[in-house]
């Protein structure tokens, strides 16, 4: 009897381990600024056995700097060629290509124009040596189309819908569009396709609107992306690069969706801003208030990222596991794990207060003051522990010399006591 209860135990949890399946994708950003950095980032994304990689940007620095960081457009096709080459010939990728599917759109260094937009002139020649570098078709329609933005499913089921946009080729900060008319239409028709889950990519960040110094999506382009999320309610999630470091980040304020919305940025695969900049991570603090994300949901050095979609038997995701890794020795540096119920709709309500009610700039006031307080603590701390210290070496060097004058004085007392004997 208990063989017999023991065996269907055994019978059951080996339904219940196969009834979960492993979906891996790997994404990153920001690839060899130095053409002559040797890595093997590649070598280390390749132990985890993703079946996609996506591109999410500045796969190649096809432009250049010749004054202090001042960008310049490289003119010269060939050498725009050549710049894609280097990283396609790089050994490792080179391994990599053969087992995974390659994805990607371009940001703005392999677009050939820092910060570039819809008036870049080098953009549709950019973009054709782009989908070259990929290996897209010749005859593909991404080739006539106004951008490279595109989509697939991940898994043969059409559950998962990766939704890839393209935030250059149409952009115009004086209108505040990021997509442009055509890829608005695409994207609404994405949300109606079949699927249980989106994800969404972009070469620049999405959700947050109050950071200084790196780019994020425009304010009318994120009312008008949360207005197709609030029609839809479609379980999402954005992925992200551009800013040379890694983070996660949630929508402060789900009610105002009617669902929880997170961000993953992964970038700075070889080149991350504390890999040139001196106490960056302690610097940024300053700059980027906690609307989105904490401090402890930041990683500042070299990385890429991993998402695991976790499917049950009727292949429906029902967890999705993301981490960022170290692109030294591939460590964990940051994680969050989403049960898919988390990304369902809920309840909305517009009335309810929000922090993003308040200005962006009174929230960035509010972050100055929060850590100019927190560093005044901190010294106000080392202050009182300098003092302390100094305290007990007073204390100790009086109690020390009080001790020499007590020993002295009973040295001179026996010497005058010999005397007299």
Request: net charge positive; with cysteine.
């Given at each position: 009897m208990l063989k017999n209860l023991l065996i269907v135990f055994l019978y059951s949890l080996s339904i219940a381990v196969?009834?979960?399946?492993?979906?891996?994708?790997?994404?990153?950003?920001?690839?060899?600024?130095?053409?002559?950095?040797?890595?093997?980032?590649?070598?280390?994304?390749q132990q985890f056995n993703p079946k996609y990689f996506l591109w999410l940007g500045d796969a190649a620095?096809?432009?250049?700097?010749?004054?202090?960081?001042?960008?310049?457009?490289e003119q010269n096709e060939t050498r725009v060629k050549e710049k894609f080459d280097i990283t396609n010939s790089d050994k490792y990728y080179v391994q990599f290509k053969k087992s995974v599917t390659i994805k990607g759109v371009y940001d703005d260094h392999d677009s050939n124009q820092n910060n570039g937009d819809k008036f870049n002139p080098f953009k549709e020649s950019a973009k054709?040596?782009?989908?070259?570098?990929?290996?897209?078709?010749?005859?593909?329609?991404?080739?006539?189309q106004d951008g490279i933005y595109q989509s697939f499913y991940a898994d043969q089921y059409d559950k998962i819908?990766?939704?890839?946009?393209?935030?250059?080729?149409?952009?115009?900060?004086?209108?505040?569009?990021?997509?442009?008319?055509?890829?608005?239409?695409?994207l609404e028709e994405q949300f109606k396709k079949k699927s249980e889950l989106i994800i969404m990519t972009s070469g620049i960040q999405v959700i947050p609107d109050d950071r200084d110094g790196s780019e994020t999506w425009f304010r009318w382009s994120k009312k008008k992306l949360y207005a197709l999320i609030k029609k839809y309610n479609k379980p999402i999630i954005f992925l992200s690069g551009d800013v040379h470091y890694s983070e996660i980040m949630?929508?402060?304020?789900?009610?105002?969706?009617?669902?929880?919305?997170?961000?993953?940025t992964s970038s700075g695969m070889t080149f991350a801003n504390s890999d040139h900049i001196p106490f960056f991570d302690f610097i940024s603090q300053f700059f980027r208030p906690t609307t989105f994300s904490n401090n402890q949901d930041h990683y500042y050095k070299?990385?890429?990222?991993?998402?695991?979609?976790?499917?049950?038997?009727?292949?429906?995701?029902?967890?999705?596991?993301?981490?960022?890794?170290?692109?030294?020795?591939?460590?964990?540096v940051l994680q969050k794990t989403i049960q898919i119920e988390e990304l369902l709709q809920q309840f909305y309500d517009d009335s309810q207060s929000c922090i993003l009610d308040v200005s962006r700039e009174?929230?960035?006031?509010?972050?100055?003051?929060l850590r100019i307080n927190e560093k005044i603590f901190i010294v106000n701390c080392l202050l009182l522990a300098v003092l302390v210290f100094i305290i007990f070496l007073i204390y100790n060097f009086i109690s020390y010399i009080s001790k020499f004058l007590e020993l002295y004085k009973q040295i001179q007392m026996n010497k005058l006591k010999m005397k007299q004997e």
């Open positions: 196969k009834a979960e399946n492993l979906l891996t994708i790997a994404f990153g950003s920001c690839f060899k600024f130095y053409r002559s950095h040797d890595t093997d980032v590649f070598q280390r994304i620095y096809i432009d250049y700097t010749h004054i202090l960081g001042m960008w310049k457009p054709q040596l782009y989908l070259d570098f990929i290996g897209v078709d010749k005859n593909s329609p991404l080739r006539k819908l990766i939704v890839m946009t393209d935030i250059r080729y149409n952009s115009d900060k004086h209108t505040g569009d990021c997509l442009g008319e055509n890829q608005w239409k695409w949630k929508y402060p304020c789900p009610h105002r969706l009617g669902q929880n919305l997170y961000e993953f070299s990385n890429f990222g991993i998402l695991k979609i976790i499917t049950n038997n009727r292949n429906s995701p029902i967890r999705i596991e993301y981490e960022t890794h170290s692109s030294q020795d591939s460590s964990v009174e929230r960035q006031w509010q972050n100055y003051l």
